[in-house]
């Protein structure tokens, strides 16, 4: 019998233990709207526009966030395998939905960061209740920036410039709720959603948090928020020059840096999207924050709450409806 050269057996498995772990990252409203295809030398990321939020997200903005997501753990989990990877970013013009490919390239050492990024993947988790009163102490926020700097730049807002952000975030809100679409598609995505899919009840506070930043209204939930304020969170904003796909998905990339090394340190982070989603807010942003050229997403980082246990994890589609293995098979045994 013909033996199998290891590699040969160990790169695809690899790749499906990867697109495996990278169902733990996090997206808009728990879309989750990637699949993987699992090639014998390589891992292609696809967009499933299908989960895309029509109303919200009409220019697949944040689609593309929630896929970098999902590349970064893809990558970095490959990495804590001791896998050396090159990553091809929109790779194919006439295929859009074809947003990355992740390509081995070596084997080394397990990389020590990229093991304890690993570790933070099953317990990162998003708890949109108000934080303690104990401020992000400084060293921890330039580690967290520094995390997302391989992909974009993460600026910490001042005092005024957070209350330019809660008038953002407030015309914002304003303009959603006024929009019968966008009240359609979050009713789905928070009581209708394919299972495996959305937010549920549990992980939705029961009634308006008391923030600096109006909070979105998802409508009713089932997670008590006690009576705190969340004055001593730290809000920032990811941001970059550029306004392609690759651009957005890179912020994705760095919101996944920034949010697992901010778990490995104890420290919650909370995306504020919807006040880039709607465009005369997104602007709003751009011009209070002088200096800054595209602003992807919004942060609240703060330290949770130690009074209450964090929410339960949204669920999570099943591997088989995300990875295609269709032209991969495991050799037998030699």
């Not at 957005?248 to 006040?275: D, F, I, N, Q």
Request: glycine content about 6%.
């Amino acid at each position: 019998m013909t033996k199998v050269p290891a590699e040969t057996v160990a790169v695809p498995h690899a790749l499906i233990q990867a697109a495996a772990v990278a169902g733990h990252a996090p997206s808009v409203h728990n879309t989750q709207p990637w699949r993987w295809r699992v090639l014998p030398d390589r891992l292609e990321l696809l967009a499933v526009r299908e989960r895309q939020l029509a109303a919200i997200d009409p220019d697949a903005h944040l689609l593309a966030v929630s896929c970098g997501t999902a590349l970064h753990h893809a990558v970095v989990a490959l990495r804590a395998e001791g896998w050396t990877v090159r990553v091809d970013r929109v790779p194919d013009p006439a295929d859009p939905d074809l947003l990355a490919v992740v390509v081995p390239t070596g084997h080394a050492t397990p990389e020590p960061a990229a093991m304890r990024l690993v570790q933070s993947m099953s317990v990162r988790h998003t708890d949109r209740r108000p934080v303690s009163d104990e401020p992000v102490p400084a060293a921890t926020l330039d580690e967290i920036r520094r995390a997302a700097a391989e992909h974009a730049d993460l600026q910490v807002l001042d005092t005024d410039q957070i209350l330019h952000l809660a008038t953002a975030a407030g015309r914002a809100t304003d303009a959603e709720a006024e929009d019968p679409r966008v009240r359609e598609e979050l009713l789905y995505w928070t009581t209708r959603a394919p299972a495996g899919t959305g937010l549920t009840p549990e992980v939705l506070p029961a009634e308006p948090a008391r923030t600096t930043v109006p909070g979105r209204d998802f409508g009713p939930g089932a997670l008590p928020i006690g009576p705190g304020h969340d004055r001593a969170a730290t809000y920032a904003v990811l941001f970059g020059d550029g306004d392609e796909p690759h651009d957005w998905m890179r912020a994705g990339e760095a919101l996944s840096a920034a949010w697992l090394t901010a778990t490995a340190l104890g420290v919650s982070m909370v995306p504020l999207s919807w006040v880039v989603e709607v465009t005369g807010t997104r602007e709003i942003l751009r011009r209070a924050l002088a200096g800054l050229a595209q602003p992807y997403l919004v942060l609240r980082i703060g330290i949770a709450d130690p009074e209450h246990a964090g929410p339960p994890r949204t669920p999570r589609l099943p591997a088989d409806q995300v990875i295609d293995t269709s032209a991969v098979r495991t050799p037998p045994p030699a």
